[in-house]
């Protein structure tokens, strides 16, 4: 495992990150200790009006100079403005070489374990703009609460297309995208994509790779679901990014069934198939404090709690029993909303379709007739056609 020193002892570039987020004081110092372990140079944190200590957890950070500290209050889920204007700002006042946009829950990692994140981007060349990283879910025994850092070491290698008929998930994550510094780059939402194009992928022994701990327990995650659905209810224009599954978590939690379905989605068994042992994050932080390296241990230390209490035999076989019944009445919905969704487009594409229609009779008839009255024929004919618009448009 790499020597995990903070930033400037590296190779000589210059990498920021931005984070935008909410209330997750349970994994903030964490992330923020592995990144500055993995050598970025500043952190540009947005903190979304959060309630649970989280930015005075970076407010901490931010006077050891490592992250630089500003707010967005207004919970209407505008993280491609926001986001962008941190990543703009990477670039603009902190000259960047490199920017990763990165969540409070998401942690780059080289897929070479013996190098670090700056050690793979000094050898990148720039000219490839920007580059999309893969997404790996960290799971393990689900919890009522913690943070999971040591119980969550297994990869979620499920096959996709059985997710959503056994967790009702639609999707592994998404990709996100690391890209060169530029003054009007605009990220999407989801940090999945940058307007900054990409010239390709770096050489496979540069590859890097998130891994993420989405569900580290009931009460964080609930919580996180709960923020995600109000904050889009209250910016109805916004779409989540792709494969993104919280709305219809956040109809699980008024349904009264998440925490049900957020048991389920771990791995409950030492003999489930579909995952295996990652250790990288649990490893490394536990080494990092121990060697004395942490920024601030005092922050990182309770996060890396060795017995953290899961749920009893029989809370898990009600979850089953529970995601057993939703399930399937999920799939029907899902089939039911699609074919809806289909049929509409194609009587969409119909109705315009005999408009167009109509206006070329029309363009037709005035350049026969000139100034003079269309044709009782021509006359029938658009009755006709306004006809079957009314009755099926």
Request: net charge negative.
């Amino acid at each position: 495992m790499a020597d995990m020193t903070h930033g400037g002892a590296g190779p000589q570039v210059k990498i920021v990150a931005t984070l935008m987020v909410r209330d997750e004081v349970d994994i903030i110092a964490a992330m923020v200790e592995h990144h500055l372990a993995q050598g970025i140079d500043l952190i540009i944190a947005t903190d979304n009006g959060s309630v649970d200590g989280t930015r005075e957890v970076l407010a901490e950070y931010a006077e050891r100079g490592v992250v630089e500290l500003h707010d967005y209050l207004v919970h209407d889920k505008n993280q491609t403005g926001v986001v962008s204007s941190m990543a703009s700002r990477a670039y603009t006042e902190h000259g960047a070489d490199w920017v990763i946009n990165v969540d409070a829950d998401e942690f780059f990692v080289p897929v070479d374990r013996s190098s670090t994140v700056r050690d793979v981007l000094a050898r990148v060349p720039r000219e490839l703009g920007s580059f999309s990283v893969p997404v790996t879910n960290l799971t393990g025994r689900p919890a009522p609460d913690g943070a999971g850092i040591l119980r969550l070491t297994w990869r979620d290698e499920r096959e996709e297309s059985t997710l959503m008929e056994t967790v009702a998930l639609h999707a592994h994550p998404t990709s996100v995208v690391v890209h060169v510094g530029q003054a009007d780059v605009v990220v999407q939402q989801g940090n999945h994509g940058v307007s900054i194009p990409s010239t390709g992928q770096p050489d496979p022994s540069l590859g890097l790779e998130v891994l993420h701990v989405p569900w580290r327990s009931f009460r964080q995650y609930g919580s996180k679901v709960q923020n995600t659905g109000e904050s889009y209810e209250a910016n109805p224009g916004l779409r989540p990014s792709p494969r993104h599954h919280g709305m219809r978590d956040f109809r699980f939690l008024r349904a009264g069934v998440l925490e049900d379905l957020y048991i389920v989605r771990h791995r409950l068994a030492d003999d489930e198939p579909g995952f295996r042992e990652e250790r990288l994050l649990a490893d490394s932080l536990t080494d990092l404090l121990a060697s004395g390296r942490a920024v601030l241990p005092e922050r990182l230390r309770p996060l890396l709690v060795q017995d953290e209490p899961g749920y009893d035999p029989e809370r898990v076989e009600a979850a089953r029993s529970v995601a057993a019944i939703v399930v399937p009445l999920e799939l029907e919905h899902l089939t039911a909303s699609e074919a809806w969704r289909d049929a509409f487009r194609k009587e969409q594409s119909r109705v315009k379709r005999l408009r167009r229609q109509v206006k070329t009779l029309e363009s037709d008839a005035s350049a026969k007739t000139a100034a003079t009255p269309p044709s009782s024929a021509l006359r029938r004919l658009k009755r006709r056609v306004g006809r079957r618009l009314t009755a099926r448009g």
